[in-house]
């Protein structure tokens, strides 16, 4: 027959389970607002009975363990996804500033000075061809040139500030990276003894997952409880050694420009997607194409423009040509004519109210020189403008719907490894009525005991 003592010892341990579920609901609604945090669980488990000859006797409970409610699938995923939205919504923000520099499709200045600029040479479409008229058409090409200028000084100043991004995300990718290596030592050794370090490995993983952020990542986890990460397909952590990023200037395909490397090998590496894939493909591709459609505009103005006014005689001057330069960076105003507007020509001989030139070149803005189907040098920047809005729609719907997406994995990640302040109250009030319970069993005891030491 179990005696006092082996019921004694049953509800001790009851008072030790109660206690323990007690510190870990306590331990749970303190951190219920602590980033990154998972809700601990303290597991019971039923001591091994005692075999008495008419069956086994219960010898109470065991605590074995306080576990990590997590899901490493579901917490995999959400990086994946949070790493896509952070790139999509970088090249947003990029797409954005060129919006901004360009203006809209109905308001953009560049666009204006060009209507501008053909309207001064249809201007002297009627005689008398006065010197004023020819003094406009240099002060609306200076303008316009102005803004050429204006925009090319502005997209490099943006990949200026993006370079500057893309450095400071690479020392924040390599601090969190070495914080990462250190804490892999600290769970290591507090892990030695066969119990998790919880807490740790909660600020592990929201160090990860702000890596995420940046970078994709891949976590391959070890029997020690370290876990190595993965970037840009190279092991950049193992345990507790770090690899970190670095950055370089090399002579590429876009000329001199700043690469990603390895800071050991210093070997080129391809940005998995985040952030800072966000910044780069930003200044290798967005700003890179709206330069290149905007040189092509720029191109386009001063051949046909030059093409013309190469025809044209003045006074003193034949065949000179308008423009110089071949983009948006170099167009310049024929030096001569910008110190003489009187070289500006209007048609092809010296005949007094000649303006067949003036009229070609205003009709520029209606009508491509190179061909009846071909588009005008306003067709062409519209282009321009229209495609950088319409890429920009695009990306507003990709972040859109990526928020979505990451927003449902979030709800998913909270109903598994919240903390739910209800439920803690719930166990709180559980674990106390266990606890009066064993307590009231014990009081029980120790009565029996006094009556029995009263009988001797």
């Given at each position: 027959?179990a005696?006092l003592?082996?019921?004694?010892?049953?509800?001790?341990s009851?008072?030790?389970?109660?206690q323990?579920g007690?510190?870990t609901?306590?331990h749970?609604?303190?951190n219920?607002?602590?980033p990154?945090y998972s809700?601990?669980?303290?597991?019971?488990a039923a001591?091994?009975a005692?075999?008495?000859?008419?069956?086994?006797?219960?010898r109470g409970v065991?605590?074995?363990?306080?576990?990590?409610?997590?899901d490493?699938?579901?917490?995999?995923?959400?990086?994946?996804?949070?790493?896509?939205?952070?790139?999509?919504?970088?090249t947003?923000?990029?797409?954005y500033?060129?919006e901004?520099i360009?203006?809209s499709?109905?308001?953009d200045?560049?666009?204006?000075?060009?209507?501008?600029?053909?309207?001064s040479?249809?201007?002297?479409?009627q005689p008398p061809?006065?010197?004023?008229?020819?003094?406009?058409?240099v002060s609306?090409?200076?303008?316009l040139i102005?803004?050429?200028?204006?925009?090319?000084?502005s997209?490099?100043?943006?990949?200026?500030?993006?370079?500057v991004?893309?450095?400071?995300?690479?020392?924040?990718?390599?601090?969190?990276?070495?914080?990462?290596?250190h804490?892999?030592?600290?769970?290591?050794?507090?892990?030695?003894?066969?119990?998790?370090?919880?807490?740790?490995?909660d600020?592990?993983d929201?160090?990860i997952t702000?890596?995420?952020?940046i970078?994709?990542?891949?976590?391959l986890?070890r029997e020690?409880?370290?876990?190595?990460?993965?970037?840009a397909g190279?092991?950049?952590v193992?345990?507790?050694s770090?690899t970190?990023?670095?950055?370089?200037?090399r002579?590429?395909?876009?000329?001199y420009?700043?690469?990603?490397?390895t800071e050991?090998?210093m070997?080129?590496v391809?940005?998995s997607p985040?952030?800072l894939?966000?910044?780069?493909?930003?200044r290798?591709?967005?700003?890179?194409?709206a330069?290149?459609?905007?040189?092509?505009?720029a191109?386009?103005?001063?051949?046909?423009?030059n093409?013309?006014?190469?025809?044209?005689?003045?006074?003193?001057?034949?065949?000179?040509v308008?423009f110089?330069?071949?983009s948006?960076?170099t167009?310049e105003l024929?030096?001569?004519?910008a110190?003489?507007?009187s070289?500006v020509a209007?048609g092809?001989?010296?005949?007094?109210?000649d303006?067949?030139?003036?009229?070609?070149?205003?009709?520029?803005?209606n009508?491509s020189?190179?061909?009846s189907?071909d588009?005008?040098?306003?067709?062409?920047?519209?282009?321009?403008l229209?495609?950088v809005?319409?890429?920009r729609?695009?990306?507003e719907f990709?972040?859109e719907?990526?928020?979505?997406v990451?927003?449902?994995l979030?709800t998913?990640?909270?109903?598994i490894s919240g903390?739910?302040?209800d439920?803690?109250g719930a166990n709180?009030?559980?674990?106390?009525?266990?606890y009066?319970a064993?307590?009231?069993?014990?009081s029980?005891v120790?009565?029996m005991?006094?009556?029995?030491?009263?009988?001797?």
């Open positions: 027959m005696g003592n082996s019921i004694m010892d049953n509800s001790l009851a008072l030790f389970a109660a323990a007690l510190a609901t306590g749970n609604i303190a219920a607002n602590t990154g809700r601990q669980q303290a597991i019971f001591r091994k005692s075999i008495m000859p008419y069956g086994s006797i219960g065991e605590i074995q363990g306080i576990r990590r409610v997590q490493e699938f579901l917490l995999n995923n959400m990086r994946i996804q949070k790493s896509r939205l952070e790139n999509y919504a970088q947003d923000t990029t797409l500033e060129i901004a360009l203006g499709v109905d308001n200045h560049l666009g204006a000075a060009m209507t501008e600029f053909f309207s040479w249809n201007s002297m479409s061809i006065t010197s004023s008229m020819r003094a406009a058409v609306s090409a200076q303008s102005t803004d050429f200028h204006a925009v090319d000084d997209l490099d100043d943006l990949a200026g500030q993006i370079e991004s893309i450095q400071a995300e690479l020392t924040n990718l390599n601090g969190m990276l070495s914080e990462v290596g804490m892999n030592t600290q769970i290591m050794a507090a892990e030695s003894n066969g119990e998790p370090a919880n807490d740790l490995r600020q592990r929201l160090l702000e890596i995420s952020k970078a994709e990542v891949s976590v986890e020690d409880g370290s876990k190595d990460l993965i970037l190279r092991t950049m193992a345990r507790a770090v970190h990023f670095s950055s370089t200037y002579t590429g395909d876009n000329g420009e700043m690469v990603v490397v050991d090998t070997q080129d391809t940005i985040g952030r894939q966000g910044l780069l493909t930003s290798d591709v967005q700003i890179k194409n330069r290149d459609d905007l040189d092509a505009v191109k386009k103005l001063i051949d046909e423009v093409a013309l006014h190469t025809q044209g005689r003045t006074a003193t001057s034949s065949g000179l308008f110089t330069g071949d948006m960076h167009i024929n030096s001569a004519i110190d003489d507007s070289l209007t092809p001989t010296l005949a007094e109210g303006n067949t030139l003036a009229l070609a070149i205003a009709n520029l803005a009508v020189s190179t061909g189907g588009q005008t040098v306003s067709d062409v920047y519209r282009t321009v229209i495609g809005a319409s890429e729609r695009s990306f990709l972040v719907n990526q928020q979505n990451v927003a449902a979030e998913r990640m909270a109903s903390v739910s302040l439920e803690e709180m009030v559980r674990y106390q009525n266990s009066n064993a307590a009231k069993i014990i029980t120790q009565e005991y006094d009556a029995l030491m009263r009988m001797i």
